[in-house]
């Protein structure tokens, strides 16, 4: 398996370089800087997200269709 933090990887190389990140910032997405761009950094925001909006989508009783 290989390591996603890997610089090596094109991904990642790609998020490097300024003119694609501002490319995401234009479209509206944040980028967080390299070292929040790990696995354990997206696990973390996926959870802090579902705390965040969990309960308000409990209490307007919103469902999947």
Do not use: C, G, S, Y
């Given at each position: 398996m290989h390591?996603?933090?890997d610089p090596k990887r094109?991904?990642?190389k790609a998020l490097a370089?300024?003119?694609v990140r501002q490319r995401f910032v234009d479209q509206g997405q944040e980028?967080?800087?390299r070292d929040q761009q790990?696995?354990?950094a997206?696990?973390?925001y996926h959870r802090a997200e579902v705390e965040k909006w969990w309960p308000?989508?409990?209490g307007a009783n919103i469902?999947?269709?």
């Open positions: 390591d996603l933090r094109p991904v990642v370089d300024p003119t980028m967080p800087p790990t696995p354990e997206l696990a973390a308000i989508i409990k469902k999947a269709e």
